[in-house]
């Protein structure tokens, strides 16, 4: 199911007049994929409210982001048939840019941990991630060249690792989150799947944002090997491997126990603020909010105090890592704790990418080179603001990687 379709960076730099077939492309590839794959909770191509770099170019929105006259069921049965009733600022950006919205695409429900009915495009007998589950497997079946998702733990990275497509977070707070069903206020952060880096880095220059230029310095690794499976483990290895043949200079650095603390403090961030967010409707619905719920109940119970040690923690924990990036500008981790699980009752471990997530820095996923099985996916990340410099290394790494 591989899809063997024209890069989104060669449809960027196409003229105008060449594209008249992308929309057809992409309808037929759904026509023949989505009855396996359930990627899509709606398919109903808007027409573009303005023309610039994106003219013409299909892109699909994860079905928790408002849309006007479009499906927003926030992923759950319990909203069934609810239509927005205008477009999130996000999707007005790559409208007025000349995009052309394709569609809502499958999240977990209100984004967290319940699964949809979406299936990997790499085999459909494994998860695709969650809760952008939709945004990513549409675009690793070719089915569109870019979809939006959202991270409050490892919403973007973890679905792209496992589907194989890159996948990127911006830094917290760069991109408007208006029309964005919020769980936690301190994490929720907007992100994007395209085929590869170099779509990515295109597409980020399309909306505006420069990916600058090539620079020379070290990356990191933690020291301590990351505790995920043998293939995540292996696979990541050999990527570093690779890297420091061709000359890359990768520096081991001290981590380990600043990323354990920091996925404790985004569960108590996500977990005190998506209680508070959502409290009413469980008050509403109860148990049938299913994971959610849970959140509620568990969220509810942490105090004022835990939550604010949480804050300060996080808060202290960027300013170290503001230091360890100025030595080791670009740090490279495994954007998942292994490939995709088997069957659809999990949406996979977020624990590899909620510390980079409760930081607020920029992280972006690529898939590492593998010889069999499903995908893996190599995560970078850049301090806080920095989001043209892990593009532009990921874009830089990938090319190191897939090099014969």
Same mark, same amino acid.
């Not at 927005?84 to 429900?109: F, H, P, W």
């Given at each position: 199911?591989?899809?063997?379709?024209?890069?989104?960076?060669? =449809?960027?730099?196409?003229?105008?007049?060449?594209?008249?077939?992308?929309?057809?492309?992409?309808?037929?590839?759904?026509?023949?994929?989505?009855?396996?794959?359930?990627? =899509?909770?709606?398919?109903?191509?808007?027409?573009?409210?303005?023309?610039?770099?994106?003219?013409?170019?299909?892109?699909?929105?994860?079905?928790?982001?408002?849309?006007?006259?479009?499906?927003?069921?926030?992923?759950?049965?319990?909203?069934?048939?609810?239509?927005?009733?205008?477009?999130?600022?996000?999707?007005?950006?790559?409208?007025?840019?000349?995009?052309?919205?394709?569609?809502?695409?499958?999240?977990?429900?209100?984004?967290?941990?319940?699964?949809?009915?979406?299936?990997?495009?790499?085999?459909?007998?494994?998860?695709?991630?969650?809760?952008?589950?939709?945004?990513?497997?549409?675009?690793?079946?070719?089915?569109?060249?870019?979809?939006?998702?959202?991270?409050?733990?490892?919403?973007?990275? *973890?679905?792209?690792?496992?589907?194989?497509?890159?996948?990127?977070?911006?830094?917290?707070?760069?991109?408007?989150?208006?029309?964005?069903?919020?769980?936690?206020?301190?994490?929720?952060?907007?992100?994007?799947?395209?085929?590869?880096?170099?779509?990515?880095?295109?597409? =980020?220059?399309?909306?505006?944002?420069?990916?600058?230029?090539?620079?020379?310095?070290?990356?990191?690794?933690?020291?301590?090997?990351?505790?995920?499976?043998?293939?995540?483990?292996?696979?990541?290895?050999?990527?570093?491997?690779?890297?420091?043949?061709?000359?890359?200079?990768?520096?081991?650095?001290?981590?380990?126990?600043?990323?354990?603390?920091?996925?404790?403090?985004?569960?108590?961030?996500?977990?005190?603020?998506?209680?508070?967010?959502?409290?009413?409707?469980?008050?509403?619905?109860?148990?049938?909010?299913?994971?959610?719920?849970?959140?509620?109940?568990?969220?509810?119970?942490?105090?004022?105090?835990?939550?604010?040690?949480?804050?300060?923690?996080?808060?202290?924990?960027?300013?170290?890592?503001?230091?360890?990036?100025?030595?080791?500008?670009?740090?490279?981790?495994?954007?998942?704790?292994?490939?995709?699980?088997?069957?659809?009752?999990?949406?996979?471990?977020?624990?590899?990418?909620?510390? =980079?997530?409760?930081?607020?820095?920029?992280?972006?996923?690529?898939?590492?080179?593998?010889?069999?099985?499903?995908?893996?996916?190599?995560?970078?990340?850049?301090?806080?603001?920095?989001?043209?410099?892990?593009?532009?290394?990921?874009?830089?790494?990938? *090319?190191?990687?897939?090099?014969?």
């Amino acid at each position: 199911m591989t899809p063997h379709l024209e890069t989104f960076s060669q =449809w960027i730099q196409a003229s105008r007049p060449d594209r008249a077939g992308e929309l057809p492309a992409c309808l037929k590839r759904i026509q023949t994929l989505e009855p396996t794959l359930q990627a =899509w909770a709606q398919i109903e191509p808007q027409p573009p409210t303005g023309d610039g770099p994106l003219a013409k170019i299909p892109f699909g929105v994860k079905e928790i982001i408002e849309t006007k006259g479009l499906l927003t069921e926030y992923g759950s049965p319990l909203y069934r048939g609810r239509i927005g009733t205008e477009d999130a600022a996000i999707v007005r950006l790559l409208r007025e840019q000349g995009g052309l919205l394709l569609g809502k695409t499958v999240s977990t429900a209100f984004a967290y941990f319940t699964p949809g009915p979406t299936r990997n495009p790499r085999n459909p007998l494994h998860t695709p991630g969650g809760s952008s589950s939709g945004s990513a497997a549409a675009v690793a079946a070719g089915m569109v060249p870019v979809a939006i998702g959202t991270q409050t733990a490892g919403s973007v990275l *973890r679905p792209a690792s496992f589907c194989g497509v890159t996948g990127f977070k911006a830094t917290f707070d760069l991109l408007p989150m208006a029309g964005v069903l919020p769980c936690s206020k301190s994490l929720d952060t907007l992100g994007f799947f395209t085929h590869t880096a170099d779509d990515m880095a295109a597409f =980020w220059e399309a909306l505006g944002h420069s990916v600058g230029y090539k620079e020379d310095f070290v990356l990191a690794t933690p020291s301590a090997p990351p505790e995920v499976d043998p293939p995540m483990a292996k696979s990541f290895q050999a990527s570093l491997l690779k890297l420091r043949q061709v000359g890359v200079v990768v520096r081991p650095i001290d981590i380990a126990d600043l990323l354990t603390s920091l996925r404790v403090a985004q569960r108590t961030v996500m977990f005190y603020e998506g209680a508070r967010f959502h409290e009413e409707r469980y008050r509403e619905f109860g148990d049938r909010l299913e994971h959610l719920a849970v959140l509620v109940r568990e969220g509810l119970q942490i105090s004022v105090p835990q939550y604010d040690e949480a804050q300060r923690h996080i808060a202290a924990s960027r300013v170290k890592f503001t230091e360890i990036y100025k030595a080791t500008p670009v740090i490279l981790v495994p954007a998942a704790v292994g490939p995709a699980p088997l069957g659809l009752s999990s949406t996979g471990d977020p624990r590899m990418n909620a510390p =980079w997530t409760a930081l607020g820095t920029p992280a972006i996923s690529i898939p590492m080179p593998a010889a069999e099985g499903l995908p893996l996916g190599l995560q970078l990340t850049a301090d806080v603001g920095q989001d043209a410099r892990v593009i532009r290394t990921a874009t830089w790494v990938e *090319r190191l990687l897939n090099q014969k």
